[in-house]
């Protein structure tokens, strides 16, 4: 196993029990936090994986995972908006900080040991989706949803 394994299975150990306690218990919108928070610990774990057996294409995972992780969670609060009024989760903001840190740190050393080009400029569009679908779904999350009739006031 080289350092890129270990990273991403550390990466892995990590966030996941804390993922998945914050999904199963606590209020919904500290569920839906986690749950963005899981699609992005993942995404860097592929990443990560990605360079560790050398192969592209677990790269390009990470890139639908960085896609679609927050477009799933703009979907909940949508659906969820009566239920999410009670305004941003405790600790959302230091979860976000942690998150875009996370996915900055990962993409530069992934970048640094990929050769320049078009798979560097991938890896960098994949590291930026990752990074500001978490401070998109963030915000979401302490907007919440307004309505129409509300926004005409």
Same mark, same amino acid.
Request: charged share 10%.
């Given at each position: 196993?080289?350092?890129?394994?270990?990273?991403?299975?550390? $990466?892995?150990?990590?966030?996941?029990?804390? %993922?998945?306690? #914050?999904? *199963?218990?606590?209020?919904?919108?500290? +569920?839906?936090?986690?749950?963005?928070?899981?699609?992005?610990? %993942?995404?860097?774990?592929?990443?990560?994986?990605?360079?560790? &057996? #050398?192969?592209?294409? &677990?790269? =390009?995972?990470?890139?639908? $995972?960085?896609? /679609?992780?927050?477009?799933?969670?703009?979907?909940?609060?949508? /659906?969820? @908006? =009566?239920?999410?009024?009670?305004?941003?989760?405790?600790?959302?903001? *230091?979860?976000?900080?942690?998150?875009?840190?996370?996915? /900055?740190?990962?993409?530069?050393?992934?970048?640094? *040991?990929? @050769?320049? #080009? +078009?798979?560097?400029?991938? $890896?960098? $569009?994949?590291?930026?989706? %990752?990074?500001?679908?978490?401070?998109?779904?963030?915000?979401? /999350?302490?907007? #919440?949803?307004? =309505?129409?009739? =509300?926004?005409?006031?």
């Amino acid at each position: 196993m080289n350092a890129w394994l270990w990273c991403g299975a550390a $990466l892995l150990a990590s966030g996941l029990p804390a %993922v998945i306690w #914050g999904v *199963a218990s606590g209020p919904l919108g500290r +569920r839906v936090l986690a749950q963005n928070t899981g699609s992005t610990v %993942v995404a860097l774990a592929f990443l990560l994986l990605a360079q560790g &057996y #050398g192969r592209p294409s &677990y790269a =390009d995972l990470s890139l639908v $995972l960085a896609l /679609l992780g927050p477009v799933g969670t703009l979907v909940c609060v949508r /659906l969820l @908006a =009566d239920d999410l009024q009670g305004g941003r989760p405790r600790g959302a903001t *230091a979860v976000t900080v942690l998150s875009v840190a996370a996915s /900055l740190a990962v993409t530069v050393a992934v970048c640094a *040991a990929t @050769a320049f #080009g +078009r798979p560097t400029a991938k $890896l960098v $569009l994949i590291g930026a989706l %990752v990074a500001i679908g978490n401070v998109i779904a963030s915000r979401a /999350l302490s907007v #919440g949803v307004v =309505d129409e009739a =509300d926004a005409a006031r």
